[in-house]
């Protein structure tokens, strides 16, 4: 499958299909440097993989810390003095292979450095079907995630779904969150769809058809980070989940799908609260089906609610002093609302009993 933005200029390709590697080669740059920054496991499970597949063998691999822990402000500083000592120029790009905070982290030195160099995304990770799609990239600071960035649209989005079958559970369960997350933002049919089509951990760690599903996630998020790539108004619904999951993450270092899939259950409570769209039935399902699947709900009994709520203060959505949360009002239909901090401690206390029932 190949989508393609549609941007006024400087669109994009998305190429989605098992050994969809070898595409790289068209993306190349002939005479220009192309640095490939890999996430270490990525680079110890897949290298002979990668370089089978690269026609140019004299590519230079630097490896980046795994996961979260490459966006620290200290460790940018360090890849960033690597790269520049290369001698890069503007024509030059850098490759992106790994999961979401790779192609965060990689995105931010290709935004930065000479104030702007193209890059690749190859995505290895279910969840990275979104964080690679729609231009964010970034940094963590000491205070919260992401705080650190810039919008800088990749020059091609190459999804190889090989790289998925080595994924462990908490990773298929992380971007699973996310695939979730655009199926609730489409419709109620596909959430019911993606719900029957994996009902527990069994069937969901087999991924089959993941691709229809993945299409649908790339489908949805596309839509709207065209209508809006700056998150003026309606991107801000691509963090459902995020303003509580960013903090419950940041603070339990959950993966980060893991803690969105519990930030739309608190969101959900708080639907619930408000007389909006979710109601004690549908909270029951959600949590049974999180159950089936293994996510991390005990998590909640031993975290701290005021040191989320610190975290939560820092969200990017956020006006003045009040917190913003994407809420939903009816099916495929959202707002985004303040939130105060009794309805926060009230959701979190509710929360705590429902999952302990
Ligand atoms: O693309 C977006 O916009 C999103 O919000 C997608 C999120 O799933 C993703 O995790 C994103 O990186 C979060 O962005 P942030 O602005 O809340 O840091």
Redesign the pocket.
């Given at each position: 499958m190949i989508f393609e933005t549609t941007y006024n200029d400087n669109n994009y390709p998305i190429i989605l299909k098992q050994n969809a590697l070898a595409e790289i080669n068209h993306f190349l740059k002939e005479n220009e440097q192309n640095i490939v920054l890999i996430d270490q496991d990525v680079y110890r499970f897949h290298k002979d993989y990668i370089k089978a597949n690269l026609e140019n063998q004299d590519i230079k691999f630097i490896t980046i810390m795994s996961g979260e822990a490459c966006k620290q402000m200290s460790y940018f500083e360090s890849i960033s003095e690597k790269i520049l000592s290369l001698n890069i120029n503007r024509q030059s790009q850098l490759i992106a292979i790994g999961g979401?905070a790779t192609g965060?982290f990689v995105g931010f030195l290709a935004a930065t450095l000479l104030r702007g160099i193209d890059f690749i995304q190859v995505p290895t990770t279910l969840l990275a079907h979104?964080?690679a799609i729609?231009g964010?990239v970034?940094i963590n600071a000491s205070v919260g995630?992401?705080l650190i960035g810039a919008f800088h649209r990749p020059r091609a989005v190459i999804y190889d779904l090989n790289f998925l079958n080595t994924l462990p559970h908490t990773e298929i369960r992380s971007g699973f969150g996310?695939v979730y997350?655009h199926a609730i933002l489409n419709s109620e049919t596909d959430t019911w769809h993606l719900m029957d089509q994996y009902p527990s951990i069994r069937e969901l760690s087999r991924l089959e058809n993941i691709d229809t599903f993945l299409k649908m996630g790339i489908e949805t998020?596309l839509k709207i980070?065209i209508e809006d790539e700056f998150?003026g108004g309606v991107?801000k619904h691509?963090?459902l989940g995020?303003t509580f999951g960013?903090g419950l993450e940041y603070l339990t270092k959950i993966a980060?799908g893991e803690a969105?899939m519990i930030g739309i259950l608190f969101q959900k409570i708080i639907n619930k609260n408000r007389n909006l769209f979710d109601n004690q039935e549908s909270i029951h399902i959600f949590i049974n089906y999180l159950k089936e699947l293994g996510y991390p709900l005990s998590i909640i009994n031993n975290a701290n609610i005021e040191l989320i709520f610190d975290y939560m203060k820092k969200d990017?959505k956020n006006i003045g002093q009040t917190i913003q949360m994407v809420l939903q009002e009816g099916e495929a239909s959202f707002t985004i609302e303040s939130v105060s901090k009794d309805e926060v401690l009230d959701a979190f206390i509710e929360l705590k009993s429902l999952i302990n029932e």
């Open positions: 979401g965060d979104d964080s729609g964010k970034g995630k992401n996310e997350k998020k980070v998150e991107r691509l963090n995020h960013h980060h969105v990017k």
